[in-house]
Structures are given as C-alpha cells and as structure tokens.
C-alpha cells in the first residue's frame, strides 16, 4: 500500500487499528481528489480490501464551499 500511496505523491501521515480487529484507519495527505479517486479504485478492484474513503476539508476550503450557491430542491418539494 506504501508504494501505491507514494506513486500517486501521496504520503500516509499515519495508521490505526480499530479495537474490533478489522478495521484500520490510514490518514493519507493526497495532491488532489482525483489521485484519491485512481488509488481507491486501483486497490479496491483487487478484491483484496474494502475502501471507504472520506475527503477532509481545510477550515479555508470550508470555509470557500460556504460561499457557494448551489441550486438545490429536496425531492417532494
């Protein structure tokens, strides 16, 4: 994993272990959401692990998506 996380310019800052044995979190500081993206799908369609990736924000990129509009109507509404 340590050498696909470094091929995509990627570097995992750190790793845990979950206390029920099958999970493990890994914090990977990424250029981009679309390296995550190739990462994800490349280790994912080996069959041998199961990925679920969450994208963390900067208060700064936050902080930017705050002042977006986007148009949006609940189905139903």
Same mark, same amino acid.
């Given at each position: 994993?340590? %050498? %696909?996380i470094? /091929?995509?310019?990627a570097?995992?800052?750190?790793?845990?272990?979950?206390a $029920?044995?099958? &999970?493990i @979190?890994?914090? @990977? &500081?990424? #250029?981009?959401?679309? /390296? @995550? %993206? =190739? !990462?994800? @799908?490349? *280790?994912? =369609?080996?069959? %041998? *692990? &199961?990925?679920?990736v969450? =994208?963390? !924000?900067? *208060?700064?990129?936050? &902080?930017a998506?705050l002042?977006? /509009? #986007?148009?949006y109507?609940?189905p139903? $509404?």
């Amino acid at each position: 994993m340590q %050498a %696909a996380i470094q /091929s995509m310019k990627a570097k995992m800052e750190c790793l845990y272990f979950g206390a $029920n044995g099958s &999970d493990i @979190v890994m914090l @990977v &500081d990424a #250029p981009d959401n679309i /390296s @995550v %993206a =190739s !990462l994800t @799908v490349t *280790v994912m =369609s080996t069959g %041998a *692990v &199961d990925l679920m990736v969450t =994208s963390l !924000l900067t *208060v700064e990129e936050m &902080d930017a998506a705050l002042t977006m /509009s #986007p148009k949006y109507r609940a189905p139903g $509404n």
